[in-house]
C-alpha cells in the first residue's frame, strides 16, 4: 500500500512563497502518478497539479499555472510543490494523492493527512 506523507504548509502573506513535499512511505512512487488536491472552506476540493512519477509529463490547474511547479526527485522518493506568488484564494487544505497510471479514471486511490496552506492578504 502507498501511504503519502505531506509537509511543508503555513500561514503566509499574499506573494509569498511555500514548498510542499510529498513523501511516500511503504513504496516506490515509481510507476505512479502523484496529484496535489487542495480543498478551500466551502468549495469542492480540486486537482492543483499533478506528475506521472516515472515519465514526468505533468497537469496544472489553470489558476495555478506559472506560479505553481511540481517536481519530484527519484532518488529522495519525493514529489514538490513549488508555489510561488501566492495569492488569498490560494489557502486550503492541501492533499497529496497517488494511482496507478491505469486506474486513474477511477480517481485516486491513495491520500495524504493534508497540510493547511493560508495565504493572508
Known amino acids: 500500500q502507498m501511504l503519502p506523507v505531506e509537509s511543508g504548509g503555513g500561514s503566509v502573506q499574499a506573494g509569498d512563497s511555500l514548498r510542499l513535499s510529498c513523501a511516500a512511505s511503504?513504496?516506490?512512487?515509481?510507476?505512479?502518478?502523484v496529484g496535489w488536491f487542495r480543498q478551500a472552506a466551502g468549495k469542492e476540493r480540486e486537482n492543483v497539479a499533478a506528475?506521472?512519477?516515472?515519465?514526468?509529463?505533468?497537469y496544472y490547474l489553470d489558476s495555478v499555472k506559472g506560479r505553481f511547479d511540481i517536481t519530484r526527485d527519484s532518488a529522495k522518493n519525493t514529489v514538490y510543490l513549488q508555489m510561488n506568488s501566492l495569492k488569498p484564494e490560494d489557502t486550503g487544505v492541501y492533499y497529496c494523492a497517488v494511482v496507478k497510471p491505469e486506474r486513474l479514471s477511477g480517481g485516486y486511490d491513495f491520500w495524504g493527512q493534508g497540510t493547511q496552506v493560508t495565504v493572508s492578504s
Open positions: 511503504g513504496r516506490s512512487f515509481n510507476g505512479y502518478i
Open positions: 506528475i506521472n512519477f516515472s515519465g514526468y509529463s505533468t
